[in-house]
């Protein structure tokens, strides 16, 4: 017996120690990059890996990161950012909603043709549709515009669709029936008695779309060509051309706070997308 | 009793349509439209300043017979996703199975090893990569403090830069060993306890009911995974520009290049569709191969 207690307790310890050590490696490149945003230029590149700091210079690394590049300062791409990302998010979750509601609760005719049709978005690469986009919002006149970058999104929700579909399935229809024999209409089930039910789902959804929107590199590299409507991902592409800038301290500055809200909402929210994707067995 | 069938029973096109209105015009306007464009396109040679001329299956046939990067591009893109899907949903499987079990701070570890996947898109790790495995980076540095001095790092080698951006690809394993983990707390602990009370060893159970419990699973991961792989393209624009000599040049990149640097938009929607039938062919294989290895429990 005793035997027994302590081959497990050896077991457990090399557990840990295995899951500490697997944990700091996932981690060290984010901690890497926090480490040297806090580095001298003149100290980063001698012990590289070190994540001891031995010449400060925190604040001229974050002053320089934020006065940012070709005269325009980083809180104009911060700016933008929000802009895209908040309106984006909000479109990409309501269009979804209603489509998903739709979907699961309405009957009505094609409902089984337009949903084959949000699979099939699910299934080919966005990248693929960018270049007849790019051709028809440049006809439309409307590439280097806020427009570009953010009703794109509002369209995008095939993923957010299946979710909440998945989700409303779950959710007993007697809820909607009683409802409906207490006088409410369909929009209000959805409204009053079913959004309430599946928030967790919807916020799930939310963050989901709020860190592809605010992450998202390829759609506004093609679509915006005016550098202070640049989002923070064009912007420190800026930032990595040699030729125009060699600060690094400044670089890695801007790029810690460019992760900065994806590791808050991931703090905050932790609960949200753990559950959320061990619910609809899909990743973003 | 009456009431309860009238909600559901009857169609009520009206609402449903205008439910899906917004989705419903956004696919047209954003997806149909621009694809049945982008057919049209792949037909002809338009560079945007003049119109497009008709030139047939020619740019298809260019593709395949004329270039040389195109055949480049789809190799490191097959490489890459042959690659990175079966070790991350291998490595994803490995840590989950560990972490199925009682232990303390399970929590924690699942937090640390998830952070990689939700940041790794990102245009700030794609930095970080370059940085650690680039030019007097990290493992230049650790190397030297061990005595190996390198001319060339990791990312300088066109022998070595793939894998270093399929390692990056492979750290994110945190979101497919999330799934994993759910469907192995799914699996009926009455299953272990019979294999148990006949015998089984450790490794013969996971064989025999892990891994044949999770197949739906790891076929359904796998499908999104190739997809996904597949599209790769910030990591090879900004860590290594698909250098050195190509030796990282995704496909999709290549399409890019295509289309924004050189204008060459009818090949690129050529290109488009290629990858397009390539992915469909991907996953039409994988459904006919569904029957000799998934199992869904309840169908006999």
Known sequence: MTMNKTKRQINSILFHIGACALGFLMIYPLLWLVVSSFKSNRTMFTNTYSLVVEEPAILENYMSGFEGIAGIPFSRFMLNSVIVTVIGTVGAVFTSLLAAYAF???KFKGSGFWFSCVMITMMIPAQVMVVPQYIILKKLSLIDTYFAMIVPWFFGGAFFIFLLVQFFKGIPRELDEAAYIDGC??????FYILVPVVKPA????AIFAFYWIWQDFFQPLIFMSTTSKFTIPLALNMFTDPTTYNNYGGLF????????PVLIFFIIFQRYLVDGIAMDGIKG | MKRKKTIFKKNDNLLGYMLLAPWLLGFLVMWFIPMMVSVYYSFTDFNMLKTPSFVGISNYVRAFTKDDTFKQALKVTFKYVLLVVPLRLAF???VANLLNKKHIALGLYR????VPSIIGGSVAVSIVWKQVFGNSGVVMSLLS???????????GNPKTALFIIVLMGVWQFGSSMLIFLSALKQIPTSLYEAAHVDGAGKLKIFWKITIPMLTPTIFFNLILQIINGFRMFTESYVITEGG????TLSYVYYMYQRAFNYFDMGYSCALAWILVAIIAVFTVVLFQTQKFWVYYAGEE
């Open chain 1, 185 to 190: 209409s369909k929009l209000q089930i959805l």
């Open chain 2, 92 to 94: 994803a499987l490995f």
């Open chain 1, 253 to 260: 500055a801007m790029s810690v706070v460019s992760l900065l």
């Open chain 2, 111 to 114: 937090t640390l090893y998830y």
């Open chain 2, 244 to 247: 050195p000599v190509n030796s």
């Open chain 1, 202 to 205: 919807i916020i799930n959804a």
């Open chain 2, 145 to 155: 403090l061990f005595g190996y001095e390198q001319k060339t790092s990791l990312l």
């Open chain 1, 104 to 106: 699961s609760r309405i």
